[in-house]
């Protein structure tokens, strides 16, 4: 199997990631309990499952605190006391368990985005100043070796509580492992370019969109933003508008954005849940931002549900069983195009639209080159864009991935366009239009 560090390290070159010369598009999956909860069958399961569906980043957390049904723990892991004794000899058994995942995401050609904790044991004190750098060199001693890692400190924190240690860990790491880039994954509704954007451990920025609706902002929860940052509700794409404008430049993409099936707003579960549709949405609209790819996320996957962990954020299936959702197989549409499209060639373009923009819901977001532009319709509604040369046109469905054509559109016209309706499912479509001259496979 060709893996994807087989063309060149891993690298960073303006918005975009690159083997070498070659374009990386991110497709992540969220499975923050990968370690803690499957054992090897499962785990190879479901990366397997997550490779076929063109996944080739995994986010996972080394530290993470599971509660588990009584007579099921699967890697026993030592942690109630101190950091050392956390990467002490006692954890043995754990790190191999940890180095085999590791090695089978190698296998597949996979990428680890690794936490080395959750951000609540940096609030808590557990992972500190003092005991960060050992940590930091006993993760880089055991990790060093493997081309598949990337490091994301964090882990839904905000980059001021402990900043020092944080800071200081990014560019240990960032100096002392082997071509390795090095990110970080912040809290909900901010990103991590409002902390680190001028530090030069830095190679990308994340940003968590979250899991709130437009009219939720003031939910007097336990995550309450403050009111000192923007507040985009589900505007996602407005997070890689700002970071983009931001010196010095840097790929950014969405590290958690509404999970597939989880409340929205997160905590009451007599709220809707966010479906498919949802997270088609979220993906599409920062990618046509020029976000360097995107992270998917799923309520069960994220916290791997089921053989005796307890629920959390009412969640209804297993892990198992929500490995199919359709969410989950969506994603690889997106970075087909992208990739069909020659994406790092393309820009934001949504001056072709005029006044017909949208907001919220009926937001537009183009995207392209003067060879081939992509336009994303989340709520399926009639809009007028100007086309700027002779184009093939077709209507792709994001969640089919298919595409049906419908004629070709004259140079220089502002066109109405009316997607079809869909019997079934929700309405969103993708206009696809190319050069007449330069042809298309189907």
């Known amino acids: 199997m060709n893996k994807p560090w087989s063309q060149g390290v891993l690298c960073t070159k303006g918005r975009y990631f690159y083997h070498g010369d070659v374009p990386f598009f ?11 909860c499957l054992n090897e069958e499962q785990t190879h399961r479901y990366l397997k499952n997550r490779k076929d569906k063109g996944y080739n980043v995994i ?8 509660k588990f049904m009584e007579g099921y723990e699967p890697c026993k892991i030592i942690h109630d006391d101190t950091m050392e004794d956390f990467i002490s000899e006692k954890n043995e058994a754990y790190w191999q368990h940890v180095e085999m995942v590791v090695q089978m995401a190698a296998d597949m050609g996979i990428y680890l985005a690794l936490l080395p904790t959750w951000g609540d044991f940096a609030k808590i004190n557990y992972l500190n100043n003092d005991n960060a ?3 930091m060199a006993f993760l880089n001693k055991r990790f060093d070796k493997y081309p598949n890692i990337i490091w994301l400190l964090g882990g839904d924190i905000r980059g001021d509580v402990n900043y020092e240690m944080y800071n200081a860990a990014g560019a240990y790491l960032k100096t002392q492992s082997t071509n390795k880039l090095v990110g970080f994954h912040p809290f909900g509704r901010t990103s991590s370019s409002y902390w680190f954007n001028e530090c030069a451990w830095l190679d990308f920025n994340q940003f968590q969109s979250g899991h709130r609706r437009y009219d939720q902002r003031d939910m007097k929860a336990w995550d309450d933003k403050t009111n000192s940052e923007p507040w985009h509700g589900e505007d996602s794409f407005k ?9 010095p430049l840097r790929p950014v993409l969405d590290g958690e954005p509404s999970y597939e099936l989880i409340p929205q707003g997160l905590h009451d579960g007599t ?15 920062p990618v046509l931002a020029g976000g360097a790819g995107h992270t998917y996320g799923d309520n069960a996957i994220m916290q791997m549900f089921g053989f005796g962990t307890k629920p959390a954020y ?3 299936d297993t892990w198992d069983v929500a490995l199919h959702h359709e969410g989950s197989g969506q994603m690889q549409f997106l970075m087909d195009l992208m990739l069909e499209m020659d994406y790092t060639q393309c820009e934001p373009v949504q001056s072709l639209l005029g006044n017909d923009v949208g907001e919220k819901e009926e937001t537009i977001r183009i995207f392209g080159s003067n060879q081939v532009l992509a336009a994303y319709n989340y709520s399926g509604r009639n809009f007028t864009m100007h086309v700027p040369m002779d184009a093939d046109a077709w209507w792709f469905d994001p969640a089919s991935g298919v595409r049906s ?12 366009f009316t997607p079809p309706r869909k019997r079934f499912g929700h309405n969103d479509w993708v206009l696809l239009l190319k050069r007449a001259d330069i042809g298309i496979k189907i």
């Open 26 to 36: 991110w497709l992540g999956d969220t499975a923050w309990r990968l370690f803690q």
């Open 59 to 66: 986010q996972a957390v080394l530290l993470a605190s599971v």
């Open 133 to 135: 750098p050992e940590y």
């Open 239 to 247: 997070y890689v508008e700002n970071d983009l404008a931001k010196t």
């Open 271 to 285: 709220q809707p849940f966010w479906q498919a549709h949802h997270v088609r949405r979220y993906a599409w609209w």
């Open 314 to 316: 009412s969640v209804e």
């Open 405 to 416: 054509y419908f004629g070709q559109i004259k140079q220089n016209t502002d066109h109405n």
